[in-house]
């Protein structure tokens, strides 16, 4: 009577284990995704930075540092990509970044991480700064998010009379004499110069008009809008885009971070960022949803080297396609799923978070466009290997300057190859001693040539979103200028 047991047990306990992965392979984890503007690869006291980031340096030594992550070289093009699943210049073909009353945009057809997730089940939200078009069409609730609140592009997007173009306490500058219009012709990417105030939503409406004090209280009120979500009850797993306007220019920390690092506006602001990811960690950790979370922390591009950042030992800064203005970084915490304290030199990039996120929510990817994100989820959960992604195309606006296949990396225009590996600083040119190393890499850009082009738009970038007649959500006077969003009160 006690053979047939042992076979039985012998089964059950072969299938445990699978069963068991399965299990959590198919868990559905709330994810948080930070997204911090010009924030140098040198800034955090983990990457041997000058500035105390406590909250971040024990994200690092709890998670994963990735150590090869590529974003873009300037805002919106690299928001696109982060939210999309595609390179920039597939879905946003703009020559640089969106302004004020563009009538451009992310397609409405696009597909965002937002959507992707919402449909599988997710509460998403949008906290911060969007970037991707100010006109209601391109919205972040017209684009998956369940709730935004936040500035719909830049912080130095409004009038020099307001301190947008100057630092906290700094002499206002002149503004300029006449009105400019961004971008090239027909391109309608907004008002450059003569800005409008700087608009606050709350979903599709204005809500109020930013000016040096609601700069300097970014960060806090983000912050508490963050936390707020996080710890909501709810039975539905959760995606948070926590996008923070600092540390871009103009420089704006609050007064209690000012006293903290005095001398050192940039210092200041990233330790209040720092701070805001504490907050964020801490809320996740009291509600105990730690092993339930992926909390990733990201820049958008290089630190700009002209407001003083570091990204040593890169070279250059924000928009260029040298290391320093296109290599971020990038911190990866699940205690429980990713091993802490670890760090990988995997290529991972932007576009790469749309299907890595889904295939952890256990969510469909989009149907009709394509993507040209990898699955990374295997470098990001703590595989040794060397990861997925071989290859990278280094776009500037509508041009591309530079190729990367494994630790090679050519800039076409001069011809120079830099092994990344040996020199990440791109100091020593090495094309000379490597000509089937250039040869293989001038195949890959000439691939590209027949898809998106490696100058202007190719057949395979997707239409903008556009719209006609577009005009600023803020009038010069305050006075809200869109019917389409909401009520028409008037910001003093």
């Known amino acids: 009577m006690r053979r047939p047991f042992l076979p039985c047990l012998l089964l059950f306990t072969a299938l445990a284990g699978p069963l068991a992965r399965g299990a959590a392979a198919t868990e559905r984890p709330n994810i948080i995704l930070i997204n911090i503007d010009d924030f140098g690869s040198r800034e955090l006291g983990a990457w041997g930075g000058r500035f105390r980031t406590p909250a971040l340096d024990r994200m690092a030594a709890e998670g994963r540092r990735m150590s090869d992550h590529y974003a873009a070289p300037v805002c919106s093009p690299s928001r ?39 449909a599988s089940g997710y509460a998403t939200a949008c906290i911060g700064k969007w970037h991707l078009g100010d006109q209601l069409p391109f919205l972040p609730l017209q684009q998956g998010f369940g709730e935004y609140f936040g500035l719909p592009y830049s912080n130095d997007m409004g009038p020099a009379a307001e301190g947008v173009k100057s630092n906290f306490g700094a002499p206002l500058p002149t503004p300029k004499a006449a009105p400019k219009a ?30 040096p004090a609601e700069q300097a209280d970014l960060v806090r009120r983000y912050t508490e809008r963050a936390v707020d979500f996080v710890r909501r009850p709810r039975t539905q ?16 920390p609050s007064a209690a971070f000012r006293a903290r690092v005095p001398g050192s506006l940039l210092g200041a602001w990233i330790e209040e960022v720092d701070w805001s990811v504490g907050q964020v960690l801490d809320a996740v950790r009291s509600a105990g949803l730690e092993r339930r979370t992926l909390v990733l922390f990201v820049s958008d591009n290089g630190g700009p080297l002209n407001h003083g950042a570091d990204n040593y030992p890169l070279r250059g800064g924000k ?24 760090s990988s030199s995997a290529i991972t990039a932007n576009q790469d978070l749309l299907p890595t996120l889904a295939r952890l929510a256990g969510a469909g990817l989009p149907t009709g466009r394509r993507l ?12 040794p290997g060397p990861g997925v992604r071989r290859e990278f195309l280094y776009f500037r606006g509508l041009d591309l300057e530079a190729v990367r296949g494994d630790a090679w990396k050519l800039h076409l225009a001069p011809g120079e190859l830099y092994h990344l590996g040996e020199d990440p600083g791109e100091a020593r040119d090495v094309a000379g001693r490597h000509p089937e190393v250039v040869a293989r ?7 590209n040539a027949a898809d998106l082009g490696n100058t202007g738009v190719g057949p395979g970038c997707r239409p903008l979103g556009r719209i006609e007649a577009p005009q600023p959500l803020l009038a010069q006077d305050g006075t809200v200028r869109a019917d389409a969003i909401g009520p028409r009160p008037r910001f003093p």
């Open 80 to 118: 696109a990509a982060l939210l999309t699943g595609s390179y920039p210049k597939r879905v946003l073909p703009t020559p640089h970044v969106l302004f004020p009353g563009a009538a451009v945009g992310l397609h409405p057809d696009e597909q965002t991480i937002a959507e992707v997730l919402r």
């Open 182 to 211: 961004a971008g090239g012709a027909g391109e309608g990417t907004g008002i450059r110069t003569l800005q409008p105030p700087l608009p606050l939503l709350e979903g599709n409406t204005v809500i109020g008009r930013v000016g």
């Open 237 to 252: 797993p959760f995606f948070l885009y926590l996008a923070h306007n600092a540390v871009h220019f103009p420089l704006y």
């Open 319 to 342: 928009g260029s396609t040298l290391e320093g203005g296109i290599r971020v970084p990038l911190l990866a915490w699940w205690p429980g799923r990713i091993p802490a304290g670890t």
């Open 372 to 383: 040209d994100g990898v699955d990374v989820s295997a470098p990001l959960l703590g595989d």
């Open 441 to 447: 890499l001038r195949a890959l850009a000439a691939a």
